[in-house]
């Protein structure tokens, strides 16, 4: 995969748990926040975005939660699946198109059977 | 479901040579960026384009680099002269709001 050279936080979870993943953002700025997953070899995919006006959001088996008081995102994936595994980056950026995003480090996401 | 295309997935070429990386965005999206990863580090952004023109630009993007759309499905990045560090995996991406990234193309510099 991707993390050659960079010791990326590891979460190991039972297929079938539920799995958190967080992320502190830094830019006090940013309204716009989306969470990606990277497979080896693959591109960012797109899983889900929150706005700042917003503390929680929910899509198929993921939550995003927001909490811009301590600059604090936070995915939740329920019921784990070996699909699942993966690098989670969330992303900082303004509402609107055409503005840049700002990666997070990324959390290395490993389903055990 | 539209996806961002990139093309070639993978370049391999000699220091001081010029590459061309190539990019099919989302045909109804209006805003293009590249972004690029170096091996185990994490994603950091290149430059954003919107009606022909250089919208925003990292620190990254120096004068070795320039982009293009020249007709009305390409967006292309073009590294004049590279330099063992430009070593990485280029991600494409297009949005209208939502930017959606493309498979990207791992460039290795000799």
């Known amino acids: 995969g991707e993390s050659v050279g960079l010791h990326l936080p590891t979460l190991s979870v039972q297929e079938g748990d539920n799995s958190i993943i967080n992320c502190a953002y830094s830019n006090s700025a940013s309204d716009y926040f989306i969470w990606y997953k990277q497979e080896s070899g693959k591109g960012p995919q797109f899983i889900i975005d929150i706005r700042s006006n917003m503390d929680k959001r929910q899509g198929q088996r993921v939550t995003v939660l927001l909490n811009k008081t301590v600059k604090h995102l936070s995915l939740q994936i329920a019921a784990t699946q070996p699909g699942d595994s993966a690098v989670y980056f969330c992303a900082e950026g303004a509402t609107g198109g055409g503005n840049k995003l700002t990666f997070g480090t990324g959390t290395q996401l490993k389903v055990e059977l | 479901e539209p996806e961002v295309t990139q093309t070639p997935s993978h370049q391999v070429t000699q220091m001081g040579q010029e590459v061309i990386l190539r990019c099919v965005p989302i045909s109804n999206h209006l805003y293009f960026y590249w972004y690029r990863q170096i091996l185990g580090q994490k994603v950091e952004f290149l430059v954003s384009f919107y009606n022909n023109e250089i919208s925003e630009k990292s620190e990254i993007f120096d004068d070795q680099f320039s982009v293009e759309r020249p007709d009305g499905s390409n967006f292309t990045l073009k590294i004049r002269s590279t330099k063992l560090e430009d070593s990485a995996m280029y991600f494409c991406?297009?949005?209208?709001?939502?930017?959606?990234f493309g498979p990207g193309t791992r460039l290795l510099v000799l």
């Open positions: 991406a297009s949005s209208q709001e939502t930017q959606y």
